[in-house]
């Protein structure tokens, strides 16, 4: 797939009246703790499609409105991370492939994604901070079609967020660059966590969300006990043993998945069987563990589970909030033993560590990281996108229930959405299916020794 970039601009926010002063806002407790990179997403759609000209419209309109991507990440006067509103802009590239969609469509849509899917969207390999903060590329094709490609830096917004600006640009761009006045982002993140006083610190916050920073060391493998002899090299020997492959579950699989879970709750809590959530990652979980060949290791496993803190505390959060409101869950297990009981066992783990991170464990985080703790100890976030590895250990990056299908430029909704490859072994993207009937799509990168022996029981019921 060849792709020609033949355009890139930098698109400013467009105002109805004077552009307001700059000013510099914060980063909230919640966006530094969080991972310092650019997540990049793909869409494709079907033609018809809007034209340059309305597409970059509607993106200048909307970066109005949500003021930070179009901003530059620094040091504000009072010394603290932050995004510094300036207008300088967001980057659109114009690209092409002179061939149809089809073409490319094995690229992105085959059991195993390819790293070719990275064409399609800005790079974001070693992006420095002082760049744009939102990047995209939109990538015509000769039949019509139009794939998005966007790479969206992480400190600014989670993954609820960042659907709903591109929700608001296609609605931006359908409209004529008018976007209605109702339904606008909250965004107040430098003022609305304001820790308690006196503060409660009533979790440890240090090896969940934060850590010591680590010694410089070399990259294992991430295979109990062996070393690589080219971890000296870094990262890139890492790379290229880790490949991603895509699993379709059906809406009867992942039903048959909760009824196995769910039948092993005492009678009490039978008619609040496990969700979707807790009985897909508890079989993945599970899956991954026995593939890695972990099942007889005298290891501990554990899940870094992203969790919404938005409906979570007290009171809530409007779900349009724009910023990071996420902390995670860390169910562990010995790994022999999460191989050998049913999967309802790892289902009660995940959903107990979830459950624990409410209000008050919300409330417990803002006051410890606004407390100087942080910033006297050397801490950093265990939120680590250098980690390439995290074997034993798994992540679960659930994009179900959230709005990215929502996106509609004027020709119709995304005939497909999809992560860009990630080559970071365990780290696990679910996705619903384009397919729209319930299904879920799941990429799971891990090495490729361990990633055959997955394929072949990653649909066994347990």
């Known amino acids: 797939?060849?792709?020609?970039?033949?355009?890139?601009?930098?698109?400013?926010?467009?105002?109805?009246?004077?552009?307001?002063?700059?000013?510099?806002?914060?980063?909230?407790?919640?966006?530094?703790?969080?991972?310092?990179?650019?997540?990049?997403?793909?869409?494709?759609?079907?033609?018809?499609?809007?034209?340059?000209?309305?597409?970059?419209?509607?993106?200048?309109?909307?970066?109005?409105?949500?003021?930070?991507?179009?901003?530059?990440?620094?040091?504000?006067?009072?010394?603290r991370r932050s995004v510094l509103l300036s207008d300088a802009g967001a980057r659109l590239d114009e690209a092409a492939v002179d061939a149809p969609l089809a073409a490319a469509a094995p690229f992105i849509i085959r059991r195993r994604p390819s790293p070719e899917v990275k064409r399609l969207h800005p790079s974001v390999d070693g992006a420095p901070a002082e760049e744009e903060l939102l990047r995209v590329q939109v990538t015509r094709f000769s039949c019509g079609s139009m794939v998005l490609g966007v790479a969206a830096h992480h400190r600014v917004a989670d993954g609820q967020a960042t659907a709903g600006f591109l929700v608001a640009w296609g609605l931006a761009t359908r409209r004529g660059g008018l976007l209605p006045a109702v339904g606008v982002p909250v965004r107040d993140r430098a003022t609305r966590f304001v820790p308690r006083d006196p503060p409660l610190v009533e979790f440890p916050h240090r090896e969940t969300e934060y850590k010591a920073p680590p010694p410089p060391a070399k990259i294992k493998s991430g295979v109990a006990g062996e070393d690589d002899d080219d971890d000296e090299l870094g990262a890139a020997p890492a790379h290229d043993k880790i490949k991603m492959h895509k699993v379709h579950y059906t809406k009867d699989f992942v039903a048959r998945l909760k009824s196995r879970a769910s039948s092993g709750l005492p009678p009490s809590r039978r008619g609040r069987g496990y969700t979707t959530f807790e009985s897909l990652v508890a079989h993945l979980w599970r899956a991954v563990t026995a593939a890695r060949g972990l099942g007889a290791a005298a290891t501990t496993t554990r899940v870094r589970i992203a969790v919404n803190g938005r409906a979570r505390m007290r009171p809530p959060v409007p779900r349009d909030y724009f910023g990071n409101l996420v902390l995670w869950a860390f169910p562990r297990c010995d790994a022999g033993e999460l191989v050998a009981r049913p999967s309802h066992h790892a289902a009660e783990l995940i959903h107990r560590a979830v459950a624990g991170i409410d209000d008050a464990y919300f409330r417990s985080f803002v006051d410890f990281a606004s407390s100087g703790a942080v910033e006297a100890e050397g801490l950093v976030p265990t939120a680590d996108a250098g980690e390439v590895v995290v074997c034993p250990d798994m992540e679960v990056d659930s994009w179900l229930g959230m709005s990215f299908y929502d996106l509609d430029f004027g020709?119709?909704?995304?005939?497909?959405?999809?992560?860009?490859?990630?080559?970071?072994?365990?780290?696990?993207?679910?996705?619903?299916?384009?397919?729209?009937?319930?299904?879920?799509?799941?990429?799971?990168?891990?090495?490729?020794?361990?990633?055959?022996?997955?394929?072949?029981?990653?649909?066994?019921?347990?």
Do not use: Q
């Open 411 to 462: 020709g119709g909704c995304p005939l497909y959405f999809m992560p860009s490859y990630l080559a970071m072994e365990g780290t696990i993207f679910l996705v619903p299916s384009f397919l729209g009937d319930g299904s879920i799509d799941v990429y799971v990168p891990l090495f490729e020794n361990h990633l055959e022996e997955f394929k072949k029981i990653c649909y066994n019921i347990a």
């Open 1 to 79: 797939m060849k792709v020609k970039v033949e355009s890139s601009r930098i698109v400013k926010p467009l105002y109805d009246a004077a552009a307001p002063a700059p000013e510099w806002m914060p980063l909230s407790v919640f966006d530094t703790a969080t991972y310092d990179e650019s997540i990049a997403i793909i869409y494709a759609f079907r033609p018809p499609n809007p034209p340059s000209a309305a597409m970059e419209l509607g993106l200048a309109r909307t970066l109005a409105v949500y003021r930070e991507w179009a901003g530059r990440l620094g040091v504000g006067p009072d010394g």
